[in-house]
């Protein structure tokens, strides 16, 4: 029954449906069900000027890379050609803004995952999962990069053109969009995958503090309740306190609570 499977037809037919799925169902599902884990745990405390850097870095550079990809891949074809951008210069734009923004966000991914990894401290408060998904975007920024060796040979645009109508075949549901990855090469192939894993996987890591950035304007503006958290400085729960100032108050000669209490 599955001996005629093709894997390109699973990575590239298959699983951006199974990773997409995963994505809403599961990020649903958590903020219904675990809604005070819909956060990144902060270590802000522990080594901040390497925090600062490390973060600094990686965030510009990733943000930069993945509305890169975004608005590389997702803008139809059709558009590029009406407003007389030719595929080659948009390739070239991808390689000079997406290169340094990529290395930027490798140099912090290094510099966060070392600070996880080598501070016991942060290491006892890291769980497999921020470490784990660390790595795989470590991984995946290394991969994207040695993909620009393979794009520097072919500068044209016609690779660029195929992700392109592949990711957008993707989301208008043709079955066949998969046919256009089967010769691509193998870092471009490798590159997708982990970029499907990673996508499958957000749900259940820190990364899901991205769709809270993005978010949060649109909570002030719809003006939701929202929660603040209040530390209370009493020494006494507050019923013993009230037990307390009832029973001295039934009292002759009954004087107010000290400080204290």
């Given amino acids: 029954m599955f001996a005629n499977l093709d894997i390109d037809f699973i990575i590239f037919g298959i699983m951006p449906y199974a990773a997409l799925t995963v994505l809403v169902v599961g990020s649903i599902a ?8 819909w956060k990144s745990a902060s270590s802000q405390l522990l080594r901040q000027k390497q925090l600062f850097w490390g973060s600094v870095l990686f965030h510009v550079g990733i943000i930069t890379v993945f509305f890169g990809h975004l608005i590389g891949l997702f803008t139809p ?3 590029l050609d009406a407003l007389g951008v030719p595929h080659g210069l948009k390739q070239w734009m991808a390689v000079l803004i997406g290169g340094p923004a990529g290395l930027a966000s490798l140099i912090g991914a290094t510099i966060l995952l070392h600070r996880r990894l080598t501070d016991s401290r942060i290491r006892a408060t890291s769980s497999f999962a921020d470490i784990a998904i660390l790595a795989l975007i470590w991984l995946q920024l290394i991969v994207g990069l040695f993909t620009i060796t393979q794009t520097l040979q072919h500068m044209d645009g016609a690779e660029m053109v195929r992700f392109m109508n592949w990711s ?3 989301l208008t549901w043709n079955v066949n969009a998969w046919t256009d990855m089967v010769d691509v090469h193998w870092l471009y192939r490798f590159h997708i995958f982990l970029g499907l894993i990673i996508t499958a996987l957000f749900p259940f890591t820190r990364l899901v503090h ?7 304007p649109f909570r002030y503006l719809l003006r939701r309740p929202g ?3 209040v530390r209370s400085r009493r020494q006494r729960p507050l019923e013993e306190r009230r037990d307390a100032f009832d029973a001295r108050q039934a009292k002759p000669g009954a004087t107010a609570p000290t400080a204290g209490e």
């Fill in 30 to 37: 958590r903020y219904e069900r675990d809604p005070f884990t």
């Fill in 77 to 79: 074809v059709w558009v």
């Fill in 168 to 170: 957008q075949s993707i």
């Fill in 210 to 216: 991205m769709i809270s950035g993005f978010a949060a």
């Fill in 227 to 229: 929660y603040q958290i």
